[in-house]
């Protein structure tokens, strides 16, 4: 569970997130969407303890995350291609992220075999990932979230630079995932893919929440009507 206590994000006079009460329960697959600086990566990355808030704080599993690593066990995270290392080979990459879970090469190897529909590493052996294109890296980054085994999972914009193929073999690995009882918030400028895999939607405008409700039949045309205002 993960739990916001009046948090909020300042720099300068501008408010970049301000949430008084939030909780996110084991049983949710969150979409977080919103215009350009709505608020939403500044909201995962407050989660993951990446940038310190002007007030408030996040809790995970009823642990404040700036004061405990704990959570850092059991939670899977990719935001961007900036968290990678780009003088490794995926290869490289994927076996030290395994490393930091306890995992060795050949549950590395097993694990990738298991998704190579999604990344094939055998036709990336010989490069390094400062080398792939924008959808290979992300395809990096997502696997190696999924890596450790995840209770928590957050992804920013994953469907981003996706072909079609990936976009809907990711879809269905997260719904996956999620029937297994792993607590996932995913921020995504797509509501298609979004209104589809998750059971509520939190809307962010200009830092603050707009509504926060469960999906329906009718959360994607709610939504498009209100991108079109």
Known sequence: MIEIFELEKRYG????????????????????VGNNGAGKTTMLSLILDLIKPSKGYVCSNTEKVSETDTWKTYTGSYLHSGFLIPFLSPLEYFEFVGSLHGKNKADVQDFLEENKRFFDIQSFKDKY???LSSGNKNKVGILSALLSEPKILLL????????????????????????????????????????EICNRVILLEEGLIINDSQTSNETLSELEKYFKV
């Open 13 to 32: 006079s501008q408010v970049a997130l301000s949430v008084p009460s939030l909780q996110i329960n084991q049983a949710d697959f969150v979409g977080l």
């Open 129 to 131: 990932i400062r080398d």
């Open 156 to 195: 920013d914009e994953p469907f981003s630079n996706l072909d079609p193929s990936s976009q809907l073999w990711l879809k269905s690995k997260l719904k996956e995932i999620h029937q297994l009882g792993v607590l996932t918030i995913v921020s995504s400028h797509d509501l298609n893919h979004l209104t």
